[in-house]
């Protein structure tokens, strides 16, 4: 099934704003992840929270999580046009010795200079 | 550089080829996997090996067949594509257990 549903599916700011990625999930995890991914290129990883954890923060990213809702939001504050990239949620779940990882569709993030 | 390495970074092949994508990783991890990544979709996980055995396997089509010889190492062997292939591959490493996911630069995949 389809997991880490991300919205917007864009997003247009300009430099020195914030912005703003939600992602929803559907099935019991044990931690959310987010990744960035410049066009046409592999994943690099960002930050994890774990499933209890509820915030987390790494430079001028911030990461909630809230299990009741399955939802997370990561926060860019202060951007700038390098951080123009698709960033994607992935939820690791339970189950096996390493568990799936499974992404969203993603949010395309254009910063404006 | 993440310390995973995909070659080819682009392939043409027509629909009667046979063809290999390789993944190589020195970062001592465990677990590796195989992503389709198209336009407009998530990205799909196509395979999952952990400690060298395959762990998971979406429903992927025959046509795609993996390898994992050793735990640095991933193969993904493909036969009689279809156009709908075409997409960029992705390999991927993680380490000890539910910890995040190094990311090759992936192979971009056409099938003419």
């Known amino acids: 099934s389809q997991q880490g549903e991300e919205d917007p599916q864009a997003l247009s700011i300009q430099e020195g704003e914030n912005a703003t990625m939600n992602c929803s999930y559907k099935t019991s995890i044990n931690n959310l992840q987010w990744y960035r991914q410049n066009s046409g290129r592999g994943l690099v990883h960002l930050i994890l929270i774990r499933s209890n954890e509820r915030e987390k923060h790494s430079g001028r990213l911030r990461v909630t999580l809230d299990t009741s809702k399955k939802s997370s939001s990561l926060l860019i504050t202060a951007s700038r046009a390098a951080d123009t990239a698709s960033y994607f949620c992935a939820s690791r779940n339970y189950g096996g010795s390493q568990g799936n990882l499974i992404f969203g569709k993603g949010t395309k993030l254009s910063v404006k200079p | 550089e993440t310390g995973v390495t995909q070659t080819p970074r682009h392939l043409v092949m027509g629909m009667t080829n046979k063809k290999s994508l390789k993944c190589e990783q020195h970062?001592?991890?465990?677990?590796m996997y195989w992503y389709k990544q198209s336009a407009k979709k998530p990205l799909e996980l196509m395979f999952v090996?952990?400690?060298?055995?395959?762990?998971e396997n979406n429903s992927v089509p025959s046509r795609f067949s993996p390898e994992c010889p050793n735990s640095s190492h991933l193969f993904l062997h493909l036969h009689t594509l279809q156009p709908e292939d075409s997409a960029l591959y992705l390999c991927?490493?993680?380490?000890?257990?539910?910890?995040?996911?190094?990311f090759g630069q992936g192979t971009r995949l056409t099938v003419v």
């Open positions: 090996y952990s400690l060298e055995e395959r762990v």
């Open positions: 991927a490493s993680s380490g000890e257990e539910n910890t995040e996911a190094f």
């Open positions: 970062l001592g991890h465990n677990a």
